[in-house]
């Protein structure tokens, strides 16, 4: 929401000064200017990344719009969750969560959380590992290690799409000056006609640069840099799950696992613990 009002505030301010200054607002209407850097960009996208990172662009920029999900609602969700399996774990032993972990999407233990299991990766990051804790035989610090490698590749393709869009903005005041390049080779070609015409195309080669700067400074640059902290936030968000987790593993009762996950919550969407007990009671836990 924060970021489509970003938006009309950085279209607002160019759009009203330009009128402020008395502008004819239909001289920076150039179709052709802006096909020629907004394709020649799109263009640049596609050679340089294979298509699963062209989806991810279109997916990242649609969370911009939407914000990020880490609030705190969405930790107190995940602390709650965190609690009411591991006391599932310890009343029932891990052999009764297996067929849970197994099969997460008809489990009705995950049922109840949409979040988790709307959110594929998270998913299976958490059942890969209390399926790790059901077959045994694996040292505390190797899960760790493993719950560490796994988020490490999972950051290393967040980063992706975000250098991906990255680059195509620090490519537009260069395709810009292309742009407006082209237009001055159409003005030469006008020389001799009427100073009207030739005005008219020399102002829509200047309408090219102008196009160029304010889309890489203006839109697409924060937009990657939005993209980037949504990938961090999800990257916290995933170290919080991955705190509990090897604190259950270590024999910590559910409550002070849940605690030690709530500790690795960043403080401006943490949880109080007493906001995390009355959670943890009202859906079961002790």
Known sequence: MFAIIGMLVVLGAVVGGYLLEHGNLMVLVQPAELLII?????GTVLVA???PTIIAILHGAIAVLKGSRCNKPFYLDTLKMLNEVFVFVRKN???????????????QLFSKYPNLVKDHHTLFFF????????TGGIANHDLNEMMELDLETH???AAAPVGALTSMADSLPGLGIVAAVLGVV????????????????VAAALVGTFLGILLCYGFFGPLASHMAKINDAEHQYHHCLRVGLISFAKGSPPIIAAEFARRAIPGNVRP??????????????A
């Open 127 to 134: 059942c890969d590992t209390m399926r790790m804790l059901v």
């Open 186 to 201: 159409i003005t030469m070609g006008a020389l001799g006609g009427p100073p009207e015409e030739i005005g008219h195309k």
């Open 49 to 51: 990344n294979p298509l």
């Open 38 to 42: 907004g394709g020649s960009a799109v």
């Open 155 to 157: 950051q290393h393709e």
């Open 93 to 107: 032993s891990l052999a009764k969560l297996e067929p849970e972990v197994e099969e997460p999407e008809k489990s």
């Open 272 to 285: 109080s613990f007493k906001e995390m007990e009355k959670a943890c009671k009202g859906g079961g836990g």
